[in-house]
């Protein structure tokens, strides 16, 4: 069984492709995705409500090291801003909480990548990225309150403001799969189809999560071009 495991993976690497890329050359990517959300639930004494906005985007440079496997280095950016709203009521008093959050870091990486073909000039790829930055993230939270006169007390009514701030280290392992399809001798567009993340943000408290998903709203569209 090993045996045989050992000659698909020397087949697979030594049968050449359909010559769209070569041993030494080089390709630079772009990709990224946008995506915006609201969401909302609750009750009617106690309603929540979350409006985001996520940008990532994707630089890098590859090296063939044969037809079939490159490796190489990029730079992301993540940008993630949000506006997240809670309303509480009950007898004659009402607490509205509004926070508006937002983080964004700067991600350079190492990757190795493996091409399969499938028909002339469309490739499906596999890959392995590894990043490493420094997350920056800060919110401010308003408070406001209103109480009406009952029973001789005095109206209530508030607000206030608060605001905080960090920077923490965000490690991440990401296994991705990409359509690739070559619509010149140079130039290629790519279909990031999701993938599974294991992420840690801040060493000292250990916060990891993993991270599987291929929802389409996760997918990056870029393009590629061969130097």
Known sequence: MQKNLLLLVFLFLAIPLFSQVSTGDIILSLNGNYMKTNTGGGVTTNMTGTQAQNLD???SGGYFLSQRVV?????????????????VSFDNFVQMEIMDYRSHAWLPNVYVGLYFPIVSKLY?????RMSYGKLNAGYTTTYAGAGKFVLGSPATNYTYTSTGDARVDYFSNTIYPELLYFVGAKTSISLGLGGIQYALTDWDAGNAEVAVNFNPVYWKFGVKMKL
């Open 124 to 128: 499906v790829t596999a890959n392995f």
């Open 71 to 87: 490796a190489g280095i990029g730079l992301d950016y993540k940008l993630d801003k949000e506006v997240r709203s809670n309303l």
């Open 57 to 59: 985007i994707s630089l």
